[in-house]
């Protein structure tokens, strides 16, 4: 089999999509997701001039040596938009080796591990009651393990809160919006949202909180160590990882396990994270850290520190990441949960897929390859709309981590 053509199909069914499409002469095709969110084009780009040239002709079965070819090849490793790129091929010729061999991914990663794959929704509310209003309505859906984010008193807007009656989306088409944070009144609120929360949902549920990158090391130790009494399944990005030994500092004081890593694209970003058991649960996901093929190698090698994965999986990852990642979950070992966050039903028109979720798990569903297809002629309905995510602004001016 050979590689005979390859194009990027561009769209926006209520939000962006950069969508990877490799052809081969035996009509088999595969897709694979391209979508940087608030940075599309350059991906789009970066395959169009420089990686699509290179597949043709190219054996898709070969999915180890295309990995290698477009990392080491490039000279210029790792970075978003690079890893992206690549993650996009990869997923793609996954795609294509299941639908050639008739069965689907999870079969070529060994098999399942187990019968589906523990999902988290979003739960929001801009003040406490209607948290845990939406938390309710959430578990009464079937979900087993909620993330909960609410506004907090004094702070005008808040990541997590929607804005109108939408459900939450953190990209906004034009150019980026500003949101303001108060690192104090955000502290002194989160554990009386818990504290609430807890005593009107019970102990069963799993609840989960995302900090996004916006407290300083010992700031989340003191917010990790106030959560304690209600036993979060994780508190996520506490602090902006670039320096992993930030970790060790949250780690000395608290036991509320932790999550970290969905704008991560390399294993280097996450190795000393891993192996110091600094962490809990690895988010980087295949769309961003460079396909099935590199995560495969991260889980493995975080299983035998007893890090387990909890991907990243907002609606900027396309279907075509949301399928492999159900792939990936139910195959591996060290599988922790999966993020879901529902796409519009426009989106999920443009992206037919077989994975459904049923009773707080996901299946990918058993078709061949990924079971995720495109509807070219709706994605053209749907050109392109510039999008940003929002940046954030202390109350002073200050600008800071979103
Ligand atoms: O802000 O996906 O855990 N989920 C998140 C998301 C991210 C967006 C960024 O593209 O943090 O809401
Ligand atoms: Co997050």
Redesign the pocket.
Known sequence: MKIVAAKLIVCSPDRNFVTLKIETDEGIYGLGDATL?GRELAVASYLEEHVIPCLIGRDPFAIEDVWQYLYRGAYWRRGPVTMTAISAVDVALWDIKGKALHTPIYNLLGGKSRQGVLVYAHANGSDIPGAIESTKKLMAEGYLAVRVQCGVPGVASSYGVPKGSKPYE??ERGLPSENVWSTERYLNFVPQLFEALRREVGEDVHLLH?V?HRLTPIEAARLGKALEPYHLYWM?DPTPAEDQDAFRLIRQHTVTPIATG?VFNSFWDAHDLIRNQWVDYLRMTIVHGGGITALKKAADFAAVYQVKTGF?G?T?LSPVTMAAALHFGLAIHNFGIQ?HMPHTSLTDQVFPHAYRFDAGYMVPGDEPGLGVDIDERLAQKYPYQRAY?PIARKLDGTLTDW
């Open positions: 969110n953190p990209a995302d996004h996520e969905e990243h907002a900027d993020e995510l």
